[in-house]
């Protein structure tokens, strides 16, 4: 199974177009639609002119934000601009398509590239969401335990990654305890000071096992 960073680099290599926005002179984002001329090692290349509005934002404040939307999915970056300097670079970038915007060729004074450095990253792929590394919306379907961390999936039979279960309730394709709902319940309720402490709550035993019953028939496994 594809990792998201699998997947969000895929979005990122096949993007034609993306959404650049730079802070304007009065502290407002400016979002503009871009081709992206190329991608390597997490950094993105676009050019525009060299007197362009959005380069001199970028002189000015280099903070900026980046958007890739591909179907129903999307990536939203934060990072930094640099206008790059490198001549060979930017010859290597040139393609013919630009003369329309710049019609003296490669050496063209008006020529610019601008290459974007993502700093944290938000992810919105096949309906999962991570934020800064963690999943956001990923629930074991077997005890509810929330699942940030690729470390708590569990794995099937393959040795795969599981994002449906995590890795106490399921491993090599199999649950780790056979047990009912209401069994279930009984064993994560023992972890009560734990959740409590961990989200800053004072949940009481009896209502922890009260959100449990009406919370757990929502789970994949307990699910009739």
């Excluded at 040795?159 to 009912?180: A, I, L, R």
């Excluded at 009984?186 to 019953?213: P, R």
């Amino acid at each position: 199974m594809e990792s998201i960073q699998e997947k969000a680099a895929a979005i990122v290599a096949n993007a034609q177009i993306i959404t650049l926005a730079s802070i304007d002179e009065n502290g407002y984002p400016r979002p503009v639609a871009m081709v992206k001329i190329k991608d390597e090692k997490g950094d993105i290349y676009v050019s525009t002119g060299t007197s362009s509005a959005k380069t001199a934002h970028f002189k000015a404040n280099p903070k900026a934000g980046m958007s890739i939307v591909e179907g129903g999915n999307s990536i939203v970056y934060t990072g930094e601009v640099e206008i790059v300097t490198d001549e060979a670079l930017k010859h290597t970038l040139w393609g013919d398509w630009m003369l329309e915007h710049f019609p003296g060729g490669v050496n063209d004074p008006e020529y610019c590239v601008l290459k974007f450095i993502p700093e944290s990253a938000t992810y919105w792929i096949d309906n999962v969401f991570v934020k800064d590394g963690k999943y956001m919306n990923l629930f074991c379907q077997s005890c509810g335990m929330p699942m940030q961390t690729s470390e708590l999936f569990g794995t099937n039979k393959d040795g795969s990654v599981n994002q449906e279960y995590c890795c106490y309730c399921y491993k090599d394709g199999g649950f780790t305890q056979d047990c009912t709902m209401d069994g279930m319940i009984e064993h994560c309720v023992k972890y009560l000071d734990e959740f409590n402490g961990a989200c800053n709550t004072q949940f009481s035993k009896e209502e922890a096992i009260a959100q449990m019953k009406e919370f757990f028939p929502k789970l994949k496994r307990w699910k009739k």
